[in-house]
């Protein structure tokens, strides 16, 4: 059974700040992984989908990285901005385009 | 946007009652899979439908149903309420349900159970 983990649950950072948000994943056959954002009370907003055969990807400030073998991504914000507070899920797909889902880390940006 | 919206927003519903969520999925796409994310937690896989087929199920009873209609709509149904169900319920659509097919998620129905 595929299990999900994001490390850390909580971060809170100053504007301006490199951060990295950490995930890893028990089987390593997946088909692709993908991170998202929530908002409070909102729902899902896809950032990056990385398949299995890429090692990275990369949209505007946000490059997310998968070590397939390791069963590890990462995400990495640079520049953090109060507006990038959020919940960030990470989600890898097994089959069937079924999703399972890490229980997020919840980032705070302050001013 | 995504184009996938779900009906009610919110639901408030007392214990042992049934509920039916709603979600409208892109033109075109045949797959829509829904999800339930408890408070703090991450979304679970409840079930998905293909071309209006049960095409693969999570770990939830019996008492969650679907439905895929041929319009791209789809429902969820939930019989004898719990109070461990108020959750926020999630629809995703995608084209088909390959491997290599992106989710779009909808806004999401918060179900409180009373």
């Known amino acids: 059974k595929q299990e999900v983990t994001q490390i850390p649950a909580a971060l809170s950072v100053p504007e301006g700040e490199n951060l990295v948000l950490n995930c890893s994943f028990t089987?390593?056959?997946?088909?692709?992984l993908q991170w998202f954002r929530q908002d409070p009370g909102k729902g899902l907003t896809s950032l990056l989908l990385i398949q299995s055969s890429q090692r990275e990807q990369t949209s505007g400030r946000l490059n997310a990285s998968l070590d397939k073998s390791s069963g590890r991504s990462t995400l990495y914000i640079a520049a953090s901005q109060p507006g990038d507070s959020a919940t960030y899920l990470c989600a890898v797909n097994s089959g069937y385009s079924t999703l399972t889902f890490g229980k997020g880390t919840m980032l705070l940006v302050s001013p | 946007e995504t184009g996938v919206t779900q009906s009610p927003t919110h639901l408030i519903k007392t214990r042992g009652q049934q509920v039916t969520l709603r979600c409208s999925s892109q033109?075109?796409?045949?797959?829509v899979s829904w999800y339930q994310q408890a408070l703090g937690q991450g979304p679970q896989f409840i079930f998905q439908?293909?071309?209006?087929?049960?095409?693969g199920r999570g770990n939830f009873p019996p008492r969650f149903s679907g439905l895929q209609f041929p319009n791209y709509s789809s429902e969820l149904n939930v019989n004898a309420l719990e109070l461990d169900d108020s959750a926020l319920y999630l629809c995703?659509?995608?084209?088909?349900?390959?491997?290599?097919?992106?989710?779009?998620f909808g806004p999401g129905t918060r179900l409180t159970v009373l």
């Open positions: 089987d390593s056959a997946i088909y692709n």
């Open positions: 995703a659509s995608s084209l088909e349900a390959g491997e290599l097919d992106t989710q779009y």
């Open positions: 033109s075109g796409h045949n797959t």
């Open positions: 439908y293909y071309r209006e087929e049960e095409n």
